[in-house]
């Protein structure tokens, strides 16, 4: 019963692995005089020209003489977009009590968020199938992934807010006219706690 409960955990743990790889691509042509052309390579005569769309739907056409070579590589449009938009950590914090990595989702992490939702899920169906031995099991592993997506959540969103004006940061912010007040988790000889921190 042991070896159903460990082969199954390494599943739900192995499972969002493939998730990883698939990033967004796109076609990258470097041009003879030094230009990088970003998009979709939309028709190609081999050995004479070659056809790109960029995101703003602009059409290039060039030949294959002014190439200097062509790779496919990660997309950072989306990424850098993500970052500019403001994330609300309260909301992140929420949708997180909801469904573990669904504030992970909501900041546009999506490889961690269905990594947290998986194994939550294997957490919930060990408890669910698992005999009175195994449950605490899937409780604790349910548990675990609940509470760093919980944890995790309104840190992202705040980290992906630093670049933005009055933004520092805090696992909590309230942004007023007078200043921002944080809000953090902080460890003391007592244990672990919270502390505010105010600026002006």
Do not use: C
Not at 46 to 51: A, E, M, Q, Y
């Amino acid at each position: 019963m042991k070896q159903r409960v460990l082969l199954l955990l390494i599943l739900v743990l192995l499972g969002p692995l493939p998730l990883i790889a698939q990033q967004e691509m796109q076609d990258v042509v470097y041009l003879k005089d030094g230009s990088v052309i970003r998009g979709v390579i939309i028709e190609q005569v081999p050995g004479v020209s070659l056809k790109i769309k960029t995101r703003d739907s602009n059409i290039f056409v060039y030949k294959i003489t002014d190439v200097e070579k062509m790779t496919k590589e990660t997309s950072t449009d989306a990424k850098e977009l993500k970052v500019r938009s403001e994330k609300s950590p309260v909301l992140a914090l929420g949708l997180s009590l909801l469904v573990p990595g669904g504030g992970q989702y909501y900041n546009g992490q999506s490889v961690k968020g269905a990594m947290m939702t998986v194994v939550a899920a294997g957490g919930a169906v060990v408890m669910v199938t698992g005999d009175h031995h195994e449950a605490p099991y899937g409780l604790l592993v349910y548990a675990v992934a609940a509470v760093w997506s919980l944890i995790d959540a309104p840190i992202a969103a705040n980290l992906m807010n630093q670049e933005r004006e009055n933004s520092y940061g805090h696992l909590l912010e309230l942004n007023t006219r007078v200043g921002v007040a944080g809000l953090d988790v902080a460890m003391s000889s007592k244990g672990v706690g919270a502390k505010i921190v105010l600026h002006f």
